[in-house]
């Protein structure tokens, strides 16, 4: 499985409150959070999403600290983000985006690396970042093999549902 | 090789004799809990798994804390999907407004989580329960509904970080500046993936309602959850809210920690987080002159009954500053009976504050106290970050009820002793 698309770049720390603020999450409706995604730390994100069809967001360490609201990871998936490439994760966001199928990839280098509008591809079987812009390739750590199934059944409802469907 | 708190509890849970950092290990669930926003999603998705029950009635706890009373038509609307999935599946633990407490100092207060629990819940505070020696860990709604579904969860083991207090906070000093100040020396992710274990004789200076806040903060250092070791303060507290049986769980004298930090409580000051991150921390002291326009006193960190008596030794007798909004919000309805037998009440509302029933209200910017463009809060809710409370150009100041009331006396950041 692989994702390729247009950089957007964000900072450290980039946390649920301002993924989705909680003003809006009084729904859970994927398009109508999309359309609130990030907006109080970059107004043109649901746009520049939208124009882009395939987006990669790259940001530093620890991106999606604070709440556990899976509206996050639903918002950002919604917006049309096919990856996300950080340094680090916090640890609720990274099982959210697994359980509900938004790929993310933990690779320091290439977080630091990648700027705005570069071309990224990221392919989850070998881990291998590739920055199509500059030609610079960066091994990040591919997902276990259950990791990755889960992803491919659009989350950990869709593998339950598999496995239960395996054993009749 | 030894096993930390942590790491045992998940070992019993997981059926297993040892278990080592960095394993993955499906696990028990003594409680699986949500509230108003997380649930209605794992209701969505439990829905989608096609099982019919519960794994068990009594191990659920469903708690319409956050938009609560029902701040309009959207939130009403989430919480009936609440309502009516507790009476369809039978669920015993679902409160409603008029019992309903903010879920993180209610669900200790009905003796629904003891030492030695393994607990998920559908919110990041969930790792408040540490406090009562048991692992307890923030997931997200699908991992909610998992849980509902099959009574299991999957995690990764755990590495740990070991903190030793020692001495006796001073005057003024509560759980809040201690975890704040170890916040500020490890950063927002200086625990991410870990455990934080508080040990040492300093814990037990230290009240239940001072673990509780101490624990519900080990998320903002990045934690996976925060654990203290049980003494006769926890097992007081257990006998007189619960009637389970529970197991105390002890470290191995050879666990091995990642890193180890020996703190002094005695010698830790006032202490504020600046914005928009819970690490930005100073003492009072340092603060500089930062006034304030509204200040908030309650959430899962600091609104038990405790943080309201100390708020009320600070306004006994003083005034709210003209210009600042001062909104006490007591965390259950046990906790807003007794302020009110105890007479806080009339203190705080003759000094001018307005004391709301129990919601999660102004800390996650939902309602009861929404900041405008530009304003400041000293709030001793537990997170700082861009709009938390209000409009993405509004600042909020984190701290201890003491600071905070007397904050409100003075219209800006400062100490009770530096009140007239």
């Avoid at chain 2, 028990?28 to 108003?36: A, C, E, I, P």
């Avoid at chain 2, 002094?264 to 930062?290: C, M, Q, W, Y």
Wanted: proline share 4%; glycine share 10%; net charge negative.
């Amino acid at each position: 499985m692989k994702a390729t698309g247009k950089a957007l770049k964000y900072g450290n720390n980039v946390d649920t409150d301002v993924i989705i603020p909680a003003r809006y999450l009084n729904t859970s409706d994927p398009s109508e959070l999309a359309k609130h995604c990030m907006e109080d730390i970059d107004k043109d994100f649901a746009s520049k999403a939208a124009k882009n069809k395939n987006t990669v967001m790259v940001a530093g360490s620890n991106f999606g600290c604070g709440s556990s609201r899976e509206h996050a990871p639903i918002a950002i998936k919604a917006s049309g983000i096919s990856c996300i490439i950080a340094a680090t994760f916090a640890r609720i966001f990274y099982r959210n985006a697994i359980n509900i199928g938004l790929p993310i990839m933990e690779c320091p280098d290439a977080a630091r690396d990648i700027k705005e509008n570069d071309e990224v591809e990221v392919d989850f079987d070998t881990g291998v970042i590739s920055n199509l812009t500059t030609g610079n390739k960066y091994d990040g750590v591919p997902f276990p093999g259950f990791m990755q199934e889960i992803i491919a059944s659009e989350g950990l409802i869709g593998f339950i549902r598999k496995q239960a469907s395996k054993r009749l | 090789m030894g096993m930390t708190m942590t790491q045992k509890i998940l070992a019993g849970h997981a059926g297993k004799k040892e278990v080592k950092a960095g394993e993955l290990i499906m696990s028990s669930l003594d409680m699986v809990l949500g509230n108003d926003i997380t649930a209605p999603v794992a209701i969505r998705e439990f829905a989608r798994i096609g099982m019919d029950e519960v794994f068990d009635k009594a191990k659920i706890a469903l708690v319409p804390d956050h938009f609560t009373p029902n701040k309009d038509i959207k939130s009403a609307e989430q919480v009936k999907i609440l309502r009516e999935f507790a009476r369809e599946k039978g669920i015993i633990n679902y409160f409603e407004v008029g019992q309903m407490g903010i879920e993180h100092a209610l669900l200790p207060e009905k003796g629904l989580v003891v030492p030695g629990d393994a607990v998920i819940g559908a919110d990041s505070h969930t790792c408040t329960y540490g406090a009562l020696g048991a692992f307890s860990t923030g997931v997200g709604s699908t991992d909610m509904a998992a849980g509902m579904a099959t009574g299991k969860a999957w995690f990764k083991v755990p590495e740990a970080i070991k903190f030793v207090l020692k001495g006796k906070p001073g005057k003024w000093i509560g759980g809040k500046d201690i975890i704040l100040h170890i916040i500020g020396m490890i950063g927002v992710d200086g625990a991410l993936y870990k455990s934080m274990e508080f040990v040492g004789e300093g814990v037990h200076a230290l009240s239940m309602d001072d673990r509780f806040c101490m624990a519900n903060m080990a998320i903002e250092a990045g934690a996976k959850n925060g654990i203290f070791i049980v003494d006769e303060k926890t097992e007081q507290y257990v006998h007189e809210h619960s009637d389970r049986d529970y197991v105390v769980y002890e470290a191995d004298s050879d666990a091995v920690y990642s890193e180890e930090h020996v703190i002094d409580i005695s010698k830790i000051e006032p202490t504020v987080a600046f914005p928009h991150l819970p690490e930005n921390t100073r003492t009072v002291g340092e603060a500089g002159e930062v006034k304030i326009d509204q200040v908030v006193i309650g959430s899962c960190t600091n609104g038990r009954i405790e943080d309201l008596r100390i708020a009320a030794e600070v306004l006994k007798g003083r005034k709210v500053y003209t210009d600042v909004r001062c909104i006490i919000i007591p965390a259950t309805q046990k906790i807003w009976k007794q302020a009110m037998n105890e007479g806080l009440f009339d203190i705080f509302i003759d000094a001018g504050a307005a004391v709301s029933t129990p919601t999660c209200g102004p800390c996650l910017g939902g309602h009861m106290g929404i900041l405008a463009k530009g304003e400041r809060a000293v709030a001793t809710t537990n997170r700082n970050f861009v709009g938390r409370m209000g409009h993405p150009e509004s600042e909020v100041y984190l701290t201890g009820p003491a600071v905070a009331a007397a904050s409100a006396v003075a219209g800006r950041i400062t100490t009770p002793d530096d009140l007239d």
